[in-house]
């Protein structure tokens, strides 16, 4: 619910403090964001974003796998990740999408409430009915994020974007960014078949470059699993990732027939939890200043 975080959020337009009444978010200065009746709100700024995020499909494409369990050992680690650096301050999930791996670590954080924040209205739509303590909020995690700096104990980004000066920004000192990473060889068994779309082999090294100097790296943890996974997990796997903006769900039907109902596709993914380092290299006015 966004009562439930709406002392975290901070204006777009100019990064007052914001309140709620029974159909908007409202800021002192008098600039309003309707909340959307599904329970969202909106907070894109004016100057369009080029993103519009994942489509309804893969939404509930993504919806379907993750509720079959399949990603679980990924969610536990999440969740553990966040639980080594304690605080009951305030976790946001940028990119996301149906909200699930915030939830569990809500769930696992009795005092704490969390911001699911996407770009794409189907995911907000999911978000914003994820937890009781979670609140949806559309936004672009590229341009500035709409919270209050340094208010977060947690920050995660599971196969999502990730924004470093801004999450440095909004986290509290010695607060952590949860990153879930792909490796090279994620799905690939899927992967190597025509049409899908195959994880950058130097992700990890990008990872470190863009973060070492705002963070300092806690904890990294490689988790690999192999999935059996029938034909319609296989289905609903492919059209939630990259693939899906490529393929029509013709061809991903195609692709999907010709494996076996039960075939092993190998999960990998990397864990890292970084701690912000104390610095003041963002802004410092208004509700945006530094510690
Ligand atoms: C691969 S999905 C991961 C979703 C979720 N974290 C999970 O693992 O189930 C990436 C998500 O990032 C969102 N996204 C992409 N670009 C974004 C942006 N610029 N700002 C916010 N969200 C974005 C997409 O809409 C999508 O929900
Ligand atoms: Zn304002």
Redesign the pocket.
């Known amino acids: 619910m966004l009562d439930s975080v709406i002392d975290l959020l901070a204006c777009p337009q100019c990064e007052s403090a914001l309140d709620l009444d029974d159909t908007a978010v409202l800021c002192e200065r008098g600039h309003s964001f309707d909340i959307a009746r599904q329970g969202y709100v909106s907070l894109l700024t004016g100057a369009a974003?080029r993103?519009?995020?994942?489509t309804a499909e893969?939404?509930a494409d993504?919806a379907a796998f993750?509720g079959a369990g399949h990603?679980d050992p990924i969610r536990d680690a999440v969740a553990a990740a966040c639980a080594s650096v304690p605080s009951d301050s305030g976790v946001l999930?940028?990119?996301?999408?149906?909200g699930?791996?915030l939830a569990s670590v809500l769930d696992g954080m009795p005092g704490a409430r969390g911001i699911g924040?996407?770009?794409?209205k189907p995911?907000v739509r999911r978000i914003a009915r994820s937890h009781p303590r979670a609140g949806a909020v559309l936004?672009?995690?590229?341009?500035q994020i709409p919270v209050r700096s340094g208010t977060l104990g947690h920050v995660?980004?599971?196969?999502?974007?990730r924004n470093a000066s801004e999450v440095h920004r909004i986290l509290e000192p010695g607060g952590a960014l949860v990153v879930?990473t792909p490796t090279p060889e994620h799905l690939r068994e899927l992967v190597s078949l025509p049409g899908m779309v195959s994880v950058d082999e130097h992700k990890t090294e990008r990872l470190s470059a863009a973060l070492s100097g705002l963070f300092e790296r806690h904890d990294r943890t490689e988790i690999r699993f192999a999935m059996e996974l029938t034909r319609q997990a296989l289905d609903a796997l492919v059209g939630?990732?990259?693939s899906a903006f490529h393929l029509t769900a013709q061809q991903r039907a195609e692709m999907v027939e010709v494996l076996p109902d039960g075939f092993e596709v190998t999960a990998s993914v990397t864990v890292s939890t970084w701690v912000r380092r104390p610095g003041d290299r963002h802004r410092q006015n208004g509700a945006f200043s530094g510690d």
């Open positions: 974003t993103f519009t995020g994942d893969m939404i993504r993750l990603y999930e940028v990119g996301a999408g149906t699930q791996y924040l996407d770009v794409s995911a936004a672009d995690a590229w341009a995660l980004s599971v196969f999502a974007p879930a939630m990732g990259p």
